[in-house]
């Protein structure tokens, strides 16, 4: 399957993993005070379910995260469209 998101995609980071889900790696704290911000994807990893955000340099799991586009000066939501 191709991965939601590639290079330079501005995500939302909504939520922590339930423990139920299993990604490959762990959640660290530092992840979890970026909830709710806006970071940019600067790597995607192997198959394509594990992206590198920039600025905090830490594998989020693609379930975690939300596509953000820019409309105009507007930002947009899949949730919104």
């Known amino acids: ?5 590639k290079v ?8 922590e993993p339930h423990t139920s889900e299993t990604w490959g790696d762990c959640w660290m704290s530092e992840m979890s005070e970026t909830i709710g911000q806006i970071l940019t994807v ?3 990893y192997g198959d394509g379910h594990m992206y ?3 600025p905090i340099c830490l594998r989020y799991p693609e379930f975690v995260l939300e596509n953000k586009i ?12």
Do not use: A, I, S, T
């Not at 399957?1 to 998101?5: A, E, I, Q, T, V």
């Not at 820019?70 to 469209?81: A, H, I, K, P």
């Open 8 to 15: 330079g995609d501005k995500v939302r980071v909504l939520r």
């Open 52 to 54: 590198n955000l920039h």
């Open 70 to 81: 820019l409309v105009g000066e507007q930002l947009v939501f899949d949730f919104m469209r």
């Open 1 to 5: 399957m191709k991965p939601k998101f």
């Open 42 to 44: 600067d790597y995607v």
